[in-house]
């Protein structure tokens, strides 16, 4: 068990709608990443989030944001769902604003009908 | 822009016998990662490579850095079933962000 926690663990919903992925980071770390993992893309970095604020971005549809609240647990949120947004998401956590070693939850698997 | 290569990318073994699995990567980098994934599981560190020359071994895996040849390898001594999984390696890039290689698909026959 990482410590890092995320809800809920399984989601289907239909195309167009949308969705919130809760994260809470381990004890102590100030840094939240979010991924994408499907099939046929590898493990894609979204965004991370450091203290608060947006630290780095990377391949993030503007369909989807994200925050990070002053208890630093994140929301990433997925809006306008296509088919193609199926995946497993996964929220990380580490101590710093720099990657250092990455703490991974245990992801949500989102499935769009 | 920092790339990186795994290879190979699907690895299918038999038990007892060993191997290794390469991770090169295109610009400088002194920090590298290995992680493995279970099917449908989370990620799990499994080393930190900091420095050139770092060397780090867990039970039957064995994982090193050359940072002059862009180069980390994964090797993996007589192989065990409970050793099937997914491995990723991660490269620190200039802005502290993670590039990840594509993973390789260990499958470990008895």
């Known amino acids: 068990d990482s410590g890092v926690t995320q809800t809920p663990k399984h989601l289907i919903t239909a195309t167009g709608q949308r969705v919130t992925l809760r994260c809470s980071p381990r004890s102590g770390d100030l840094s939240v990443y979010w991924y994408q993992q499907s099939l046929d893309q590898g493990l894609q970095f979204l965004i991370q989030?450091?203290?608060?604020?947006?630290?780095a971005k990377g391949n993030i549809l503007e369909r989807f944001s994200a925050q990070q609240f002053p208890d630093l647990h994140s929301e990433l949120n997925l809006s306008s769902l296509e088919l193609g947004d199926s995946a497993l998401y996964f929220c990380?956590?580490?101590?710093?604003?720099?990657?250092?070693?990455?703490?991974f939850g245990p992801g949500t698997r989102l499935t769009v009908t | 822009e920092l790339k990186v290569e795994q290879n190979p990318l699907f690895l299918s073994m038999q038990e007892g016998k060993n191997y290794t699995i390469y991770c090169n990567y295109s610009?400088?980098?002194?920090?590298l990662y290995w992680y493995r994934q279970d099917p449908g599981k989370s990620l799990e560190s499994l080393f930190v490579l900091l420095s050139n020359g770092a060397v780090k071994q867990e039970g039957r895996l064995m994982a090193s850095l050359d940072t002059k040849a862009r180069l980390s390898t994964l090797h993996i001594t007589a192989a065990v079933h409970d050793l099937s999984a997914t491995y990723f390696c991660a490269v620190e890039d200039s802005n502290y962000q993670l590039i990840w290689g594509a993973g390789t698909k260990l499958i470990i026959k008895p």
């Open positions: 990380a956590s580490s101590p710093l604003g720099s990657s250092y070693e990455q703490y």
């Open positions: 610009t400088t980098s002194d920090r």
């Open positions: 989030y450091y203290n608060g604020e947006e630290r």
